[in-house]
């Protein structure tokens, strides 16, 4: 069955430093999609990207989505302590299978 | 902003017994999802619900599952038996568009069950 892999699986940077994380499927995607889950909260959609090549940009964050719609990254420049979380990928494939990654987890020290 | 609601916010219950976590999807979405979620791992798929009847359902979603939709708000997630295993937070979600091009998904707070 489908397989997403995201890494790395955690993530420590200081704040100001940049945060890259990388999302990875085993089956062609027709989407991806990111969501961050504060600590004790729930995931909560950030965008979805859907075209072979896309970049997306939100303030900091810019999402890009692979030419093979295999795999996808999400950098976030000039990482603040309220970017503290668990980023997750979650792929869609052409048999409608939807599977979130495992999460990069991310603490920013200030 | 319209939300996802969902009740109770925490379930204890003893192994063996019947639970019913319930939600409350944002009114006008028509696709309804249930996603698990044990102690500090990734968020696992368990059922899509669309137009009354299950659309998708992951492996972990076995016999000891059911979905319902009693009423037009309430959209609920019964486990039959519960395993020490199920313990987890299980989310509910809600999207007004499946298709791959507008299926974003609003997740609800979660129900911590707790199986002793």
């Known amino acids: 069955g489908q397989q997403v892999m995201q890494i790395p699986q955690y993530q420590h940077v200081q704040e100001g430093e940049d945060f890259t994380t990388y999302c990875n499927s085993s089956?062609?995607?027709?989407?991806i999609q990111w969501y961050k889950q504060r600590p004790g909260g729930h995931p909560v959609f950030l965008i979805q990207l859907v075209k072979s090549g896309e970049v997306k940009k939100q303030k900091r964050l810019t999402f890009q989505f692979g030419e093979a719609k295999k795999n996808s990254s999400l950098h976030i420049t000039a990482t603040q302590t309220t970017d503290v979380g668990t980023y997750f990928c979650?792929?869609?494939?052409?048999?409608?299978?939807?599977?979130f990654g495992p999460g990069t987890r991310l603490s920013v020290l200030p | 902003e319209p939300e996802v609601t969902q009740t109770p916010s925490h379930q204890v219950t003893q192994m063996g017994q019947e639970v019913i976590l319930r939600c409350v999807p944002i009114s006008n979405h028509l696709y309804f999802y249930w996603y698990r979620q044990i102690l500090g791992q990734k968020v696992e798929f368990l059922v899509s619900?669309?137009?009354?009847?299950?659309?998708?359902k992951s492996e972990i979603f076995d016999d000891q599952f059911s979905v319902e939709r009693p009423d037009g708000s309430n959209f609920t997630l019964k486990i039959r038996s519960t395993k020490l295993e199920d313990s987890a937070m299980y989310f509910c979600a809600s999207s007004e568009h499946r298709d791959s091009y507008r299926n974003e998904q609003f997740f609800g707070p979660g129900t911590r069950l707790t199986v002793l």
């Open positions: 089956t062609t995607l027709s989407n």
């Open positions: 619900f669309y137009n009354n009847e299950i659309s998708e």
């Open positions: 979650a792929g869609t494939d052409y048999g409608q299978n939807f599977v």
